[in-house]
């Protein structure tokens, strides 16, 4: 697995198509960079030790297909019947911007990491997570329609070295979530989702490793397709 040009999942459109780069994106909402996004090579032992570690939470890109969708309904409502723990300090909002699950993974996986970040004094990310604290998923998600700094941070990241932006109504069917490690315990954070889903117990030691195991069920789901992607937040 490794860099692709990253054009991503759709909703009402408001976002452009395009993920924002992690690196200039986390440097323009003032975040130091102690702490990086790096390609995910390969699952096996040999290519995840080329990660830097620790490493505190993985994004995951991967092709929206029928099989998914129909793997998404069914677990929804096995955990509606079962249910399951999820901690209050899990950081979880969905998604109701066009394109913007790419943002919104990233905002995942700062959020649920904010003890670690080292944030300039005018972080707007910082401003937008303080403010949102107290808010429910639905409220997070209405509160970034309107917060026009990170709108205008994605756009300008996004389109960094490129001669034509791609229309924001491009339709696409890849899609963004965040794996992040809470309160021991190794959550799916998906905007098109109700709620985490809670994958069971994970260490700061051994979490790279448990969230390419979830990563490996994405694929075993759709073993024909080869449109995965994943990065890892580790320690410059």
């Known amino acids: 697995m490794s860099h692709l040009a990253y054009r991503i999942c759709g909703r009402p459109a408001q976002f452009s198509t395009v993920f924002p780069k992690p690196k200039q994106f986390l440097k323009q909402l003032g975040i130091h ?3 990086q996004f790096v390609d995910v090579y390969g699952m096996d032992p ?8 620790p490493v505190c939470a993985m994004l995951l890109l991967f092709p929206v297909t029928e099989k998914y969708e129909t793997f998404r309904t069914e677990e929804e409502e096995r955990i509606k019947a079962q249910g399951q723990n999820v901690r209050s300090s899990v950081y979880f909002m969905k998604q109701t911007i066009n394109n913007a699950c790419g943002t919104i993974g ?10 670690k970040m080292n944030f300039e004094s005018d972080s707007t990310l910082k401003k937008f997570l303080e403010d949102s604290l107290h808010m429910s998923p639905e409220e997070r998600a209405k509160y970034l329609e309107t917060y ?20 924001i109504d491009e339709k696409v069917d890849l899609h963004f979530i965040a794996l992040v490690n809470v309160d021991g315990h190794l959550y799916e954070l998906d905007g098109r989702k109700p709620f985490p889903v809670n994958h069971g117990q994970t ?20 073993p024909e397709e080869l449109r995965f992607n994943a990065i890892a937040l580790s320690a410059a």
């Open 46 to 53: 040999e290519l995840l030790s080329m990660v830097p570690r």
């Open 203 to 222: 260490s700061d030691d051994t979490f790279l490793e448990d969230a390419v195991e979830v990563c490996k069920k994405f694929m075993e789901r759709d």
């Open 33 to 35: 960079p102690d702490w």
């Open 148 to 167: 026009e700094a990170i709108r205008v941070t994605h756009e300008s990241s996004a389109h960094e070295g490129q001669t034509e932006a791609p229309s």
């Open 106 to 115: 990233l905002i995942h996986a700062i959020a649920n990491n904010k003890d």
